[in-house]
């Protein structure tokens, strides 16, 4: 079993893949594989809308030349995905939004191909727009057709510089148990 999580933030190893660190972590414990990808650097823009998808049905997004098939492709072998933004003016960030426009329209095009995959969302956040991040996530999982788990709180945590979140206890906390429920039904949908 594996989760692939993808790290949405402009500024690689920060507060959102800290807080993705510690759901991984619980899931590497219930021996569950995991990868972090990090956008930050990466080429992706968003959908062009040129509907190529739904005519080849090849599980591919025609646009070919950045890091968007790879990421596709990575979600279309995982059994779970996490996607991590932090908030950007009360949203996620333009990359992660690029990576849902275009894996959401290839899924919907081949048929919900990642229906049934276990999808969570993490978010930081300095102050406030955390939620809505949070919600902006979870729009992309609830209409492919995947089964999200929840946690002890919204899945977000604080902190402003590098490194922060590490003092948000409860936001640490409701990583730790995302990660513990992820695994717990991951385990239990592949029955
Ligand atoms: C362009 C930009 C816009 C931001 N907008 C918000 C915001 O609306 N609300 C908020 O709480 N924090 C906002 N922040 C702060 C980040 O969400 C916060 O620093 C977060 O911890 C960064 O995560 P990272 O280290 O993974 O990049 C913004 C940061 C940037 C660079």
Not at 129 to 157: C, E, K, R
Request: hydrophobic share 40%; aromatic share 6%; with cysteine.
């Amino acid at each position: 079993m594996k989760v692939v999580a993808f790290n949405g933030s402009a500024r690689k190893d920060g507060n959102t893949a800290i807080l993705i660190n510690y759901a991984l972590m619980e899931l590497g414990r219930e021996g569950i594989e995991t990868e972090l990808v990090q956008l930050a650097g990466k080429k992706i823009h968003g959908c062009i809308a040129c509907y190529k998808c739904m005519q080849n049905k090849d599980r591919e997004c025609a646009v070919k030349e950045d890091i968007a098939n790879e990421c596709i492709q990575k979600m279309a072998e995982a059994d779970g995905i996490i996607l991590g933004s932090p908030t950007y003016f009360a949203d996620l960030t333009t990359e992660m939004k690029a990576l849902i426009d275009r894996a959401g329209l290839v899924s919907r095009a081949n048929d919900f191909m990642l229906k049934h995959k276990a999808g969570a969302a993490i978010v930081a956040a300095r102050r406030a727009g955390g939620t809505n991040t949070f919600d902006s996530i979870n729009h992309f999982f609830l209409m492919a057709q995947m089964i999200v788990p929840g946690s002890s709180y919204w899945n977000i945590g604080i902190g402003r510089e590098k490194g922060d979140v590490e003092k948000d206890e409860e936001g640490i906390q409701t990583m730790k148990v995302l990660g513990q429920n992820m695994a717990w039904l991951l385990k239990n949908i592949s029955r």
